[in-house]
């Protein structure tokens, strides 16, 4: 998924028109339409085109000239980082299968009715097609990331130990703590960067999607391979909808009849579909299912907790995975050769 960065509305000034558009960026015939250029490939300006569409479909609200330019300069920036791992991975061999894509878009398209599923397609300027090559290019970059990152992390039983000294304080817990996961579908509208967020837009919609996830709860699905295909919270979703361990007196701060569900529950049972509302507003907002995984008493909780151990190797891997990553990204860059005209073009007009 592709999100607009603060960093560069910083750096742009409102008054910049969109330059690139007006004056083709002071290449002629085709060339033109390339907005950069990645040891050799050609990004052209139909691929941000179809990034913007998707990125900014179902908004109400229109950008004005300088928002857009920076999302557009936003976007091009991860087309290139895109392309680059893109590039890595066919040197390596590495590249996702048929049979991975189509269970993807399977997926994906699920919720939906057929009629629902093409008219998001269209709201997102995209063909099935596209959506295809957009999944078959997720899933290669994420094969590349476990094969030269994720799978090369070793969390030993020192570092484990290491952090608990440096964190015992974090592991005394003063109030009972809830180890909590949800599923969650909002009836209000929103963006749609790409069908694969399968976002509600209407009350039908999310109580049918909601009822959809508790059926294959009922059915035995995984609660996570449910929340990564049906929640709409991006925060959670990608982690089987884990909510991370919360205290008692935290639950207040939710509503009513979620903060009753999960004190009824007893460890690894979900709950029945919950009607949400905004505790503020009062108002409804959407749907919910909660697990609660697990529930640790008040008190100092040792090493030899499995929790605790699990807790900090996910701690331990999360922060090294960042870390990783992101010199990764970077050693592709240094060793690429990178053109970026649109950025020239911004830097130029404002020079005018």
């Not at 990034?51 to 000239?65: E, I």
């Amino acid at each position: 998924m592709i999100h607009t960065r603060e960093h560069w509305g910083k750096l742009l000034f409102i008054a910049l028109l969109l330059a690139l558009f007006a004056c083709g960026c002071n290449r002629q015939g085709s060339d033109k339409d390339v907005l950069a250029k990645v040891n050799g490939y050609k990004i052209q300006r139909s691929e941000v085109d179809k990034a913007y569409n998707s990125q900014t479909a179902g908004s109400p609200q229109k950008l004005s000239p300088a928002e857009d330019q920076a999302l557009r300069l936003n976007l091009l920036h991860q087309l290139i980082d895109i392309r680059l791992q893109l590039q890595k991975a066919e040197k390596l061999g590495i590249v996702a299968t048929d049979d991975e894509v189509e269970s993807k878009f399977n997926q994906a398209k699920a919720p939906y009715t057929r009629e629902e599923f093409e008219k998001r397609l269209k709201d997102s300027g995209l063909t099935e097609e596209d959506f295809k090559q957009e999944i078959r290019r997720n899933l290669t970059i994420e094969k590349l990331r476990n094969k030269e990152i994720d799978s090369k992390i070793s969390i030993t039983d020192a570092d484990i130990q290491s952090y608990y000294n440096q964190n015992k304080p974090q592991f005394n817990l003063v109030e009972p703590q809830y180890d909590v996961a949800h599923i969650i579908v909002t009836s209000q509208p929103g963006p749609q960067p790409s069908p694969i967020s399968n976002k509600a837009q209407d009350d039908v919609q999310a109580r049918r999607k909601i009822q959809e996830a508790y059926n294959h709860l009922e059915s035995g699905d995984d609660f996570g391979s449910v929340a990564s295909r049906y929640s709409e919270d991006t925060d959670t979703r990608n982690n089987g909808g884990e909510l991370g361990l919360a205290p008692e007196s935290q639950l207040k701060n939710t509503d009513a009849a979620t903060r009753d569900a999960i004190l009824k529950l007893k460890p690894e049972q979900y709950s029945g579909i919950i009607s949400v509302v905004n505790p503020q507003t009062h108002q409804p907002v959407g749907y919910r299912i909660v697990k609660l995984k697990a529930k640790q008493a008040a008190g100092q909780r040792e090493l030899n907790d499995p929790n605790v151990q699990q807790f900090i190797r996910g701690q331990l891997r999360n922060q090294r995975e960042q870390i990783l990553r992101a010199a990764y990204d970077e050693v592709l860059h240094d060793g690429a050769d990178i053109r970026n005209y649109y950025a020239e073009q911004i830097l130029k007009e404002v020079g005018q």
